[in-house]
């Protein structure tokens, strides 16, 4: 069956670095655009970052662009998300999840998730 596994998540300060990764089975990875979306206590989930099957195509949530890379290994079936920069404000639960047909920036567009890894950034 399709899976989707968060790891690298923390406790860093503000100014740090995270590199996240999502390691997926059940399915053929290439095939597909792959996002991450966080959700922040008492907020909603919300879009991060998305990347075309090829890796040659992402896409950033205004809040994270130049700071946050997203990337992918076909080989390996991972998606990265690299974390620079790291404010008080990307305290979140970060997850991975597959889109069912190109880039959505909405969590309906997503039909597969991962559990979720949580980054804590301490000011």
């Known amino acids: 069956q399709v899976q989707l596994v968060e790891s690298g998540g923390g406790l860093v300060q503000a100014g740090g670095s995270l590199r996240l990764s999502c390691a997926t089975s059940?399915?053929?990875?290439?095939?597909?655009?792959m996002e991450w979306f966080r959700q922040a206590p008492g907020k909603e989930r919300e879009f991060v970052a998305a990347?075309?099957?090829?890796?040659?195509?992402?896409y950033y949530a205004d809040s994270v662009k130049g700071r946050f890379t997203i990337s992918r290994d076909n080989a390996k079936n991972t998606v990265y998300l690299q974390m620079n920069s790291l404010k008080p404000e990307d305290t979140a639960v970060y997850y991975c999840?597959?889109?069912?047909?190109?880039?959505?920036?909405?969590?309906?567009?997503?039909?597969?998730w991962g559990k979720g890894t949580l980054v804590t950034v301490s000011s």
């Open positions: 999840a597959r889109a069912r047909v190109g880039v959505v920036t909405r969590d309906y567009g997503m039909d597969y």
């Open positions: 059940g399915f053929t990875f290439g095939s597909y655009v």
């Open positions: 990347i075309r099957w090829s890796g040659g195509s992402t």
